[in-house]
C-alpha cells in the first residue's frame, strides 16, 4: 500500500514537474488574446484575423455546428496570432469533433499558454494522448484532471475520466494481444475523399452495398457535409467494380439514406432512415429484380426511440437490431426479434440480455451466416477507447463473454460495423486510418486465423554402429481450425432446355427433424441464389417452381468440418413425358431397404408433386454403386424402389400411378472407369454415392 | 575328420569381431600355416593344405576372386572342409556377392552347429542388405551359439532397432551389456531404442552411460542433448550437444540439434547461428536450411524464410516441411497463390496440416 501510493505521488510530482517545465519553456511565450490594444503596429493585419475569428465563432456556436468551417477561419486567424489560448483551444475542440489526431498540439499549446483557458483542458490534452495510444501519459492527465474537477459542472466530465481511465489500461492489456490480420484498402473503386463507411456484404462476398456522403445533386446536409446514399459494387474475380449509387426508391434526395445490414444471400437490404427524426430500420428486397420502395419494420422493432443497427439470421427467421429504447441496460442495447410466419410479421422484441449488453453503448451487431458467431460494437466491457469490435459466440444456447478483437482491428477511437464474409476469413469494416482517401474509408480485413507453426527437422546418431544419422520422427503441431464453421451453396437457376434463368424457391430442410429450415428465392434476372449451411447438419434442399419438376440435393456438413463453398447450378426440367429426376433425400440403412425418418420431406414432396398433377403416372427406380455382387445390388435396390411406392401408396396415392423397378448397378451415373481415375478417396466415394440413388420417371401426364 | 576340424578351429585363434570385418585371418600368423604343424596334428593332405594355405594368402591380400578360387579347390577337394567355407564365405563377403556368401556361411554352420561368426557374418550381411527380420534371426542365432561374444546380442539389438521392435531391441542390448559391462556403443544405443518408447529418463542414464564408459563418443552426447530436448529441457539439451561439439568440432548434426534447443527455448538469433554453422560444415545440409526458415518465420522476416525453403527443396526436392513453410512464409507475403501451391505439394507429401491449409478459407476464398 505504502509502495502503491509512493509511486502515485511520484507520478503527479513528476506530471506537475513536467506541466511546470512546459509552462516555464513557454515563457517567452505569453497568452496573447485577440485584442486590437495589442497588435497597434499591425492594425490591417489584426483586423483580417479577427474578421477571420468571428467568422470562425458563428460556425462554432451556430445551433448545427459546423466544425469544418470553423476550423478552416480559425486557422487562418492562428496565422496571424499562434499565442492565444483561446485560439489554440477552439480549434483544438472543432478538430476534437472531425480529425481527432490533429488536435493535441492545439490543447498542448492553449494549455501552456494558459493552464486557466478551459476548466476541462487537462481531459482534453488526455484525450489527446489517448487516441494515439499513448496510454500512461493519458491516464496521468485524466487522473490529474479528476483531481482538480471539483465544480459540480464537472462531475459527469470527472466520471467520464475515471472511465477512460479503465481504457487506458484495457489498451495497455491488450496492446499485447493484438488480432493476427492484414487491414487493407479497399482502394478507389469503391472508396472516394468523401466519407465511405458501413459496408455490408453477402455471405459469398459477391456483392456489397455501403454508404457514402459525396457530392451529387443535392445541397449540403445541415452539418456541412453531403447528404449520406447508398452505394453498390460487385466483387468480379476478386476485384471490386466501381461503386455506383443504387438509386432510387433507396436513396431519396434530401435525407439521410444509409446502410445497415443485409441478408447473407444479398436480397434483402436494411437501411436506416432518420426522415421522422428518431432512426428507424427500413427494409427492401430485390427478389424480383430490383430493389422495391424500402419499408418500415413494424411498431415491435421500430420505436419512438434509435434503432440504428439490424442483422438478419441465415435462414431469415431472426433480426438483431439496436436500440436505445427504455427498459434497456444503458445506451443502445441488442435487441431481437423472431418472424411470426403466421402473422406475417416480427415479434415482440427480446434484449440479448447482459452477457452482451452493458449499461454503456452496444452498436452494430452482425450475426455471422454460421448462425454462431456475433460481432457487435461496445463502449463497455473492455474497449480501449470509443467503441470497440467485439465477438461472441452461441454455446449451447447461450452467448459467450465478448472477446475484444484488439489492435489494430481495435482503435482508440469508434471501430464500427465490422461484417465478416460465409468463409469467415474476410470481413470490411470502415474506419479512418492514415493513408486512406479522405475521411472514413472501407478497408478489407484478412483474419489469418492463429498462427501456423513452422516444422523444424533434426536428426540423431540413435544407432552407434551406423553412420547415417536416423531422422527424428516428423510430429506436426496440433491446428486450430481457422475460418467458420459453415457451408455456401450458391449457384444458378436455370430453365434445363432453354438455359434462361428462373426464379424459384429453394427450401432448406433439417433432414434429421423433418423440419423446414427457411425458404430462399433465386434472383429474377440472374437466377442466382445462396443459401448458408451451419454446421452440424443432414440438410435437405429443394428447388421448385410451378410447371417444373422440382430438383434434390443432400448435403451433409459435419460438426468442426471448417468452411466450404459449394457451387451448384440447378436446371429445371419441365413437368413432361420421360423427364427424370434424382431424389437426392431419400436415406436407407446399409444394405437394407426400410426408409429412414430422414426420408420424409422429400416424399411429402413427391406426394405434392403427384396431387398436383392428378393424372401423373411415375417410375420409381433404385440404383446402386458398382461395389458388392450384381445379383445382390440388383435385389436391394428393386427392394427399395418398391419401398417408396409402399410409403406412397400408404398415403393416398393410388397404386395404379406408380411403377417401380430396381436396375442395380447397370445405369450408373459415373462409371468404374472414370472413378479409377480420381485421386483422392473422398472423390471415389462421393462418386459412389452419386451413383447410390433413387430416381423418378415421369411415364404419362 | 573330427580331429583335423578341432585343430583348424584351435589354430583359428579367436577372429577381431568387428562388424566390418577385416584381417581375420591375421591370427593365422599370416596364413601360412608349416607343415610341421600339420604333420604334428596328423593332418596328411598337402595338397589341400596346400591350397588353404595360398587361399588365406589371397584372402589376407585381400584378393578375393583369388581366394574364391582356392577355397572352391579345396572344397572340391573335401567337402566337408568347415574352415573353407567359413573363409570362402568372408571372401564372397568381400567381393559383395552375399546370396553365395550366405549359402557358404549356412552350410559353415551346418558342418559346425558351434561356429557363432558364421551366424554373425550372415547376419551382418543381412542387416547391410535391409534385411532386418532375418539379420535379427542370425544374429540370435550367433547369440545362442556363443554366449559370451557380446556384439551378436548388440547386433540383433540393431536389427530388432531397425524394424522398430524397440522393446525387444532393449533386451537385446541388455543381454550386450550384460556380456560386456562397459560396452559404451551398447548403452548408447539401448538409450536410443529407449527414447523410442519414450522412457526418456531410461534414455538419459543409458547415454550418460555410454559417455561414462567412453568420453569420446561425440553422437553420445548429442543423443544425450536430444533426450533432454524431447524433455523441453532446453537448457541441459544445450549443454549436452555442446559437450558433443566439443568433441567434434565438424559435428553438423549436433549443431543443427543445438539449433532447435534454442530455437525451442525461444533464442532465435542463436538458433540461428548454429544453423548457419551446420551448413558452414555441410552446405548440402537441407535439414539446416529448412531449420533457418522456421527462425526466420518467427522473426517475420517471410522473405529470407522463402530463400532458405528454396534452398531446402533445392537439395531435397521432396522435402514435405520445407513446403509446409514456405506456404506459411508466401502467405504472409501475400502470395496466397503460392502459398496454396507449396501447401498443396506439401499435403501430397504426407502434411496433415498442409492438408488443412490448403482445405481451408485461405486457399479456398478469393
Redesign the interface.
Known amino acids: 500500500m505504502f509502495r502503491k501510493i509512493k509511486t502515485k505521488r511520484m507520478k503527479n510530482i513528476t506530471l506537475t514537474l513536467i506541466t511546470l517545465v512546459i509552462g516555464l519553456s513557454s515563457f517567452s511565450q505569453v497568452d496573447t488574446p485577440f485584442d486590437k490594444k495589442l497588435f497597434k503596429e499591425q492594425k490591417d493585419e489584426f483586423k483580417v484575423a479577427n474578421k477571420h475569428l468571428e467568422e470562425g465563432d458563428v460556425y462554432y456556436m451556430a445551433y448545427s455546428r459546423d466544425y469544418r468551417k470553423a476550423v478552416a477561419e480559425y486557422l487562418q486567424a492562428n496565422k496571424f496570432n499562434p499565442n492565444s489560448a483561446d485560439l489554440n483551444y477552439k480549434i483544438g475542440m472543432c478538430y476534437y469533433n472531425f480529425d481527432k489526431y490533429q488536435m493535441k498540439q492545439y490543447f498542448e499549446k492553449a494549455y501552456s499558454l494558459k493552464p486557466t483557458v478551459s476548466n476541462d483542458i487537462l481531459f482534453y490534452i488526455a484525450i489527446s494522448y489517448h487516441i494515439e495510444g499513448e496510454w500512461q501519459k493519458a491516464i496521468d492527465y485524466y487522473n490529474q484532471f479528476a483531481s482538480k474537477a471539483t465544480a459540480p459542472e464537472l462531475q459527469p466530465m470527472k466520471t467520464k475520466a475515471f472511465k477512460k481511465v479503465q481504457e487506458c489500461k484495457n489498451g495497455q492489456d491488450l496492446a499485447n494481444k493484438k488480432a493476427r490480420v ?1 487491414i487493407d484498402n479497399l482502394g478507389d473503386k469503391v472508396n472516394s475523399k468523401y466519407p465511405d463507411y458501413g459496408p455490408v456484404i453477402s455471405a459469398d462476398e459477391a456483392i456489397m452495398v455501403y454508404t457514402a456522403r459525396r457530392p451529387g445533386v443535392e445541397d449540403l446536409s445541415p452539418d456541412g457535409a453531403y447528404f449520406e446514399d447508398m452505394f453498390y459494387s460487385e466483387n468480379v474475380d ?1 476485384n471490386w467494380t466501381e461503386g455506383k449509387n443504387i438509386g432510387k426508391p433507396l436513396n431519396i434526395e434530401g435525407q439521410h439514406d444509409a446502410t445497415i445490414g443485409l441478408s447473407p444471400d444479398g436480397h434483402t437490404l436494411f437501411i436506416y432512415n432518420d426522415k421522422k427524426g428518431n432512426g428507424d430500420i427500413y427494409i427492401s428486397s430485390d427478389e424480383e429484380g430490383s430493389w422495391s420502395k424500402p419499408v418500415q419494420l413494424g411498431k415491435n422493432i421500430n420505436t419512438d426511440a434509435h434503432e440504428p443497427d439490424a442483422s438478419l439470421s441465415f435462414d431469415g427467421k431472426r433480426l438483431y437490431f439496436t436500440s436505445d429504447k427504455p427498459g434497456g441496460l444503458g445506451g443502445h442495447d441488442i435487441y431481437y426479434s423472431d418472424w411470426n410466419e403466421d402473422k406475417e410479421k416480427w415479434g415482440e422484441a427480446v434484449n440479448i440480455g447482459n452477457v452482451l449488453n452493458t449499461p454503456y453503448e452496444e452498436r452494430s451487431v452482425f450475426i455471422h451466416p454460421d448462425g454462431e458467431t456475433m460481432y457487435f460494437s461496445s463502449t463497455g466491457h473492455n474497449t480501449m477507447g470509443g467503441l470497440d469490435l467485439f465477438q461472441t459466440k452461441l454455446v449451447e444456447g447461450k452467448w459467450t463473454k465478448p472477446v475484444n478483437l484488439g489492435p489494430p482491428l481495435n482503435t482508440p477511437d469508434h471501430d464500427v460495423q465490422l461484417v465478416v464474409a460465409g ?4 470481413g470490411y469494416a470502415s474506419s479512418y486510418r492514415q493513408g486512406g482517401y479522405g475521411e472514413k474509408d472501407i478497408y478489407l480485413i484478412t483474419f ?2 492463429p498462427e ?1 507453426p ?13 553412420a547415417k ?1 536416423i531422422k ?1 520422427k ?1 510430429k ?2 496440433e ?1 486450430v ?4 464453421n459453415m457451408a455456401i451453396l450458391t449457384g444458378i437457376i436455370r430453365d434445363e432446355k432453354t438455359r434462361e434463368p428462373l426464379q424459384a424457391k429453394v427450401v432448406l430442410v433439417d433432414n434429421d427433424k423433418n423440419e423446414i429450415i427457411a425458404e430462399f428465392t433465386s434472383d429474377a434476372n440472374t437466377g442466382k441464389y445462396l443459401v448458408s449451411l451451419p454446421a452440424g447438419k443432414n440438410y435437405g434442399i429443394a428447388v421448385k417452381k410451378d410447371g417444373y419438376l422440382f430438383h434434390s440435393e443432400n448435403f451433409v456438413i459435419p460438426e468442426a468440418s ?4 459449394y457451387k451448384k447450378d440447378v436446371d429445371l426440367k419441365k413437368v413432361e413425358v420421360g423427364q427424370k429426376i434424382v431424389l437426392r433425400n431419400i436415406f436407407f440403412d446399409y444394405g437394407k431397404y426400410s426408409l429412414r425418418d430422414a426420408s420424409v420431406n422429400e416424399l411429402e414432396r413427391l406426394i405434392g408433386l403427384l396431387n398436383d398433377n392428378p393424372t401423373m403416372r411415375i417410375e420409381l427406380s433404385g440404383h446402386t454403386d458398382t461395389r458388392g455382387s450384381t445379383t445382390d445390388n440388383q435385389v436391394l435396390s428393386q427392394n427399395r424402389a418398391e419401398s417408396v411406392v409402399d410409403y406412397l401408396v400408404s398415403h393416398g396415392i393410388n397404386k395404379s400411378r406408380l411403377e417401380f423397378a430396381g436396375y442395380g448397378e447397370s445405369q450408373t451415373l459415373i462409371t468404374d472407369s472414370q472413378i479409377s481415375k480420381m485421386k483422392s478417396k473422398k472423390e471415389k466415394e462421393d462418386a459412389h454415392q452419386q451413383n447410390r440413388r433413387t430416381e423418378v420417371k415421369i411415364l404419362k401426364l | 575328420m573330427f580331429k583335423k576340424l578341432t585343430c583348424l578351429t584351435i589354430l583359428s585363434i579367436s577372429l577381431i569381431s568387428s562388424y566390418g570385418q577385416k584381417d581375420s585371418l591375421k591370427t593365422l600368423g599370416g596364413g601360412d600355416v608349416d607343415q610341421t604343424t600339420m604333420d604334428s596334428l596328423g593332418l596328411v593332405n598337402p595338397e589341400l593344405q596346400k591350397k588353404y594355405n595360398a587361399g588365406v594368402k589371397a584372402f589376407t591380400a585381400k584378393s578375393y576372386m583369388d581366394a574364391v578360387q582356392r577355397f572352391t579347390e579345396v572344397i572340391l577337394m573335401d567337402e566337408a572342409h568347415v574352415d573353407a567355407y567359413f573363409y570362402r564365405g568372408q571372401a564372397f563377403k568381400g567381393l559383395s556377392k552375399n546370396s553365395e556368401a550366405i549359402s557358404d556361411f549356412d552350410k559353415t554352420m551346418v558342418l559346425d552347429p558351434s561356429r557363432a561368426e558364421a551366424a554373425y557374418f550372415k547376419g551382418s550381411i543381412l542387416l547391410d542388405d535391409q534385411d532386418y527380420e532375418n539379420a535379427a534371426k542370425a544374429f540370435d542365432k550367433a547369440s545362442g551359439m556363443d554366449k559370451s561374444n557380446e556384439k551378436y546380442p548388440y547386433y540383433k539389438g540393431v536389427a530388432e532397432f531397425q524394424m522398430e521392435m524397440y522393446e525387444l531391441a532393449v533386451k537385446s542390448f541388455d543381454e550386450a551389456v550384460k556380456r560386456k559391462s562397459d560396452y559404451a556403443y551398447a548403452y548408447n544405443d539401448r538409450g536410443s531404442a529407449k527414447m523410442k518408447t519414450g522412457d526418456l529418463d531410461g534414455a538419459i542414464a543409458d547415454y550418460k552411460n555410454a559417455v561414462r564408459h567412453d568420453d569420446y563418443l561425440s553422437f553420445a552426447y548429442n543423443n544425450l542433448g536430444s533426450a533432454y530436448k524431447a524433455k523441453e529441457d532446453y537448457k541441459n539439451a544445450d549443454k549436452y550437444y555442446t559437450e558433443a561439439l566439443k568433441r567434434d568440432t565438424k559435428y553438423h548434426v549436433a549443431y543443427n540439434n543445438r539449433g532447435t534447443a534454442r530455437y525451442e527455448a525461444g533464442k532465435f538469433k542463436d538458433a540461428l547461428s548454429d544453423y548457419s554453422k551446420a551448413i558452414e560444415i555441410n552446405p548440402k545440409y537441407a535439414y539446416a536450411y529448412n531449420n533457418k526458415a522456421s527462425v526466420f518465420i518467427q522473426m517475420e522476416n517471410y522473405k529470407e524464410a522463402v530463400k532458405n525453403c528454396d534452398k531446402a527443396i533445392e537439395i531435397e526436392p521432396e522435402y514435405m516441411e520445407a513446403f509446409v513453410n514456405r506456404g506459411i512464409a508466401k502467405e504472409m507475403l501475400k502470395d496466397i497463390d503460392g502459398a496454396c501451391a507449396d501447401w498443396q505439394d506439401a499435403f501430397i507429401l504426407g502434411s496433415e496440416n498442409a492438408e488443412q491449409y490448403v482445405n481451408g478459407p485461405a486457399c479456398s476464398g478469393k
Request: charged content about 25%.
Open positions: 492484414w476478386g468463409n469467415g476469413r474476410y489469418l486465423g501456423k513452422p516444422m523444424l527437422s533434426n536428426e540423431d546418431n540413435l544407432i552407434a554402429s551406423i544419422p527424428e516428423v506436426e503441431p491446428l481450425m481457422e475460418g467458420s471448417g468452411f466450404k463453398e
